[in-house]
């Protein structure tokens, strides 16, 4: 699999840099990776939307600037950012067919149940929404939930 142009999606937390790690050995010196930050202003009806636009494009510019900074200080190259605006799984989705990605790698809060159903999953909607291979990283401490195994067959319908 070609991996020359690597998407990764970033929130601003730690859990979701961790994936860069895992990006900048898959492009292995020779690919691009591709940081991406999605925003968008959450405004009260009947406020005016532009001005928490802008400040919300602004600190994930911002933000974004300081990352690529702090990478340049180590030497690492091939780095592209783009803020989108918009939902985060819907803008990890634009950018993936803009830019051409050949891989995502994102990070997972790894949620299950209800914390799954309340917060839904960037992620699962991400996975849903491409034909782009994606790598998930889990955080360590995310609960694994085994898949329910019926020790006896089911019968058949007729």
């Known amino acids: 699999m070609k991996t020359n142009r690597i998407l990764v999606p970033l929130d ?8 860069l790690a895992d990006a900048f050995d898959l492009a292995a ?10 925003t968008e202003a959450h405004v009260l009806p009947g406020r005016d939307p532009i001005q928490p636009q802008i400040d919300a494009v602004a600190e ?8 690529k900074a702090k990478l340049e200080r180590r030497n690492v ?9 918009g ?10 067919r803009a ?4 891989l995502i790698v994102m990070s997972t809060h790894g949620r299950s149940g209800i914390g799954r159903l309340v917060f839904g999953s960037v992620a ?10 994606i790598l998930l990283r889990r955080p360590p ?7 329910t195994v019926t020790t006896q067959p089911r019968e058949m319908v007729r």
């Open 99 to 102: 830019h051409k990605a050949d």
């Open 141 to 147: 401490e995310a609960p694994v939930a085994l898949p």
């Open 12 to 19: 601003g937390s730690e859990l979701a840099e961790a994936a």
């Open 60 to 67: 994930a510019e911002s933000y974004m600037a300081g990352l």
């Open 77 to 85: 190259r091939n780095v592209e950012t783009h803020v989108w605006y």
């Open 124 to 133: 699962e909607s991400v996975l849903r929404g491409t034909t782009v291979p």
């Open 29 to 38: 010196g020779a690919g691009t990776v591709l940081l991406v930050r999605a």
């Open 87 to 96: 939902s985060p799984a819907a803008s990890i989705l634009d950018a993936a």
